[in-house]
């Protein structure tokens, strides 16, 4: 089985987030990454499992707005021009039998601001008026100010969310009586 990782970063937090999900995918799948800006959407159908994330601004998803302001707060200048509002705008649907998952970055205080919104839970309910349901609830990973730094011990979390991920889908595709072998090391792919 295959993944594919989807994300969006401006000041690094969110790619290492996305990098720690797909070190923890790789220990039961085959998985790939791409940043938001280079992710064609017709790759979507080469995986079983698509993984989103991106982080929060404005408890939501970027804006072009939003990405120019976070160029002012010290993102590179090559920050996003296309975010993964935009993209999943594209996305005009999601190939059956593909698993989706998302996630986040956000500040971590005052951490009550994410109840009320944040990028992964703005994913999770675009797919859902797509008719796409997660895999797993969407998971947040928090960092310290704006530019970050992840707080410690979040890239752990994420490597063993990866994990997570990896093993519902395999054990939800043997559920439905796909048969698994063992192929390279660290892989398991269906048959």
Same mark, same amino acid.
């Given at each position: 089985m295959r993944a594919l990782v989807v994300y969006e970063s401006h000041? /690094?937090?969110?790619?290492?987030?996305? *990098? @720690?999900v797909l070190a923890g995918l790789r220990r039961r799948l085959e998985a $790939?990454?791409?940043?938001?800006? &280079?992710?064609p959407i017709e790759l979507v159908a080469d995986f079983d499992l698509l993984v989103l /994330?991106?982080?929060? *601004?404005?408890? /939501?998803?970027?804006? +072009? $707005?939003?990405?120019?302001? !976070?160029?002012?707060?010290? @993102?590179p200048n090559? !920050?996003?021009?296309?975010?993964? @509002? $935009? =993209?999943?705008?594209?996305l005009e649907r999601v190939p059956a039998g593909c698993a989706v998952a998302t996630f986040g970055t956000a500040v971590a205080k +005052?951490?009550?601001?994410a109840a009320l919104g944040t990028a992964a839970g703005a994913i999770e309910r675009h797919l859902r008026r797509m008719g796409v349901r997660t895999l797993? +609830?969407?998971?947040?990973? =928090?960092? $310290?100010?704006?530019?970050?730094?992840?707080? /410690?011990g979040e890239e752990t979390r994420a490597t063993d969310w990866g994990a997570s991920l990896a093993d519902v889908l395999l054990? &939800? @595709?043997?559920d439905c009586g796909v048969v698994l072998t063992?192929?390279?090391p660290g892989y398991q792919g269906a048959r």
């Open positions: 000041f /690094g937090n969110t790619m290492d987030v996305a *990098h @720690a $790939e990454i791409l940043d938001v800006m &280079s992710a /994330g991106a982080p929060t *601004h404005a408890l /939501g998803l970027s804006r +072009p $707005e939003s990405r120019r302001d !976070a160029v002012k707060q010290g @993102a090559d !920050a996003n021009t296309l975010g993964m @509002a $935009e =993209w999943l705008n594209r +005052p951490r009550f601001i797993l +609830p969407a998971q947040q990973f =928090w960092v $310290e100010g704006v530019a970050g730094p992840l707080l /410690g054990a &939800s @595709a043997s063992s192929g390279r």
